[in-house]
């Protein structure tokens, strides 16, 4: 069993920043993969990056590549979703979620535990 805990979200002009956090109750697994996807409403839940914890390979939709960072903070199990030069088209519920395993990063079927999910709000 792995709880997430996400925060950080808010409401931010075009070209700003913000910083989500994800803390997850332990990281005992070797091949435990964080992944964070956002939903838009009227929208499917989208891949948003994800970050595989024992050799630390981090993967990002083609949308946030160059914008989006993700690092961790191993003695606080914490992820870090660091979102920079955001746009009105970001706007979406935040989830951080996770697995344990091989499989598909990218796919919402492949995550067994998910956050509460953090709104975040982009002004034009």
């Known amino acids: 069993q792995v709880d997430l805990e996400e925060s950080g979200g808010g409401l931010v002009q075009a070209g700003g920043s913000l910083r989500l956090s994800c803390a997850a109750s332990?990281?005992?697994?070797?091949?435990?993969?964080m992944g964070w996807f956002r939903q838009a409403p009227g929208k499917e839940r989208e891949f948003v990056g994800a970050?595989?914890?024992?050799?630390?390979?981090?993967y990002y939709a083609d949308s946030v590549k160059g914008r989006f960072t993700i690092t961790r903070d191993s003695a606080k199990n914490t992820v870090y979703l660091q979102m920079n030069n955001l746009k009105p088209e970001d706007t979406a519920v935040y989830y951080c979620a996770a697995y344990i395993g091989g499989g598909t990063y990218y796919s919402t079927r492949t995550y067994d535990y998910w956050g509460q999910g953090t709104q975040v709000t982009v002004s034009s």
């Open positions: 970050l595989r914890w024992s050799v630390g390979s981090i």
């Open positions: 332990a990281i005992t697994f070797s091949n435990l993969v």
